[in-house]
T-cell receptor
């Protein structure tokens, strides 16, 4: 089955700086890669996703890049704010409606 | 966006009892629902895929007789933790597939504590 690895496990940045989280996957059939933000005790919230037919997608301060050849994708958050502090999970799937295989999570702390 | 609910949100039970968790899609028909388990400060682990009207597909290492899944209608899937033990204490989250558009929505989760 699919194996998704995520780094780093924890990340602290100063407010206003950028944060980058990286994931790798093992199954070349995967072609949908969502990113979720989860606050303590709450459900994961989709923040951005990318499909294999594009290499980059941006939504305001958040961007995701995908390298299918190397089987890795990354989340970039610019101009970080304290409210960005949360745990972020990457995931891989063969389709948006299929089961997701999650990375191990990154606990992001934005220091005011 | 679409709404997925879970009930109960929190449950505390004694060891040896069974606990049923419901996952409902409130404004769409979900042919497929997924059940995940999350330990504190850890990732979401896929437990099983639940298809309406058929048997669930369990991930490797998940005991199907321990975690009973039923998907009797297009809006409801249930997870029953049978003969619960303290090691079953966890956060259980479901997600439901909305076929149009083809995306998933997560429920709010159920925190199970087995004493």
């Amino acid at each position: 089955g699919e194996n998704v690895e995520q780094h780093p496990s924890t990340l602290s940045v100063q407010e206003g700086d950028s944060a980058v989280i990286k994931c790798t996957y093992s199954d070349s059939a995967s072609n949908y890669f969502p990113w979720y933000k989860q606050e303590l005790g709450k459900r994961p919230q989709l923040i951005i996703d990318i499909r294999s037919n594009v290499g980059e997608k941006k939504d305001q301060r958040i961007a995701v890049t995908l390298n299918k050849t190397a089987k890795h994708f990354s989340l970039h958050i610019t101009e970080t704010q304290p409210e960005d502090s949360a745990v972020y999970f990457c995931a891989a799937s063969i389709a948006t409606g299929n089961q997701f295989y999650f990375g191990t999570g990154t606990s992001l702390t934005v220091i005011p | 966006g679409a709404v997925v609910s879970q009930h109960p949100s929190r449950v505390i039970c004694k060891s040896g009892t069974s606990v049923k968790i419901e996952c409902r899609s409130l404004d769409f028909q979900a042919t497929t629902m997924f059940w995940y388990r999350q330990f504190p400060k850890q990732s979401l682990m896929l437990m099983a895929t639940s298809n309406e009207g058929s048997k669930a597909t369990y991930e490797q290492g998940v005991e199907k007789d321990k975690f009973l899944i039923n998907h009797a209608s297009l809006t409801l899937s249930t997870l029953t933790v049978t003969s619960a033990h303290p090691e079953d204490s966890s956060f259980y989250i479901c997600s439901a597939r909305d076929p149009a558009p083809d995306t998933q929505y997560f429920g709010p989760g159920t925190r199970l504590t087995v004493l």
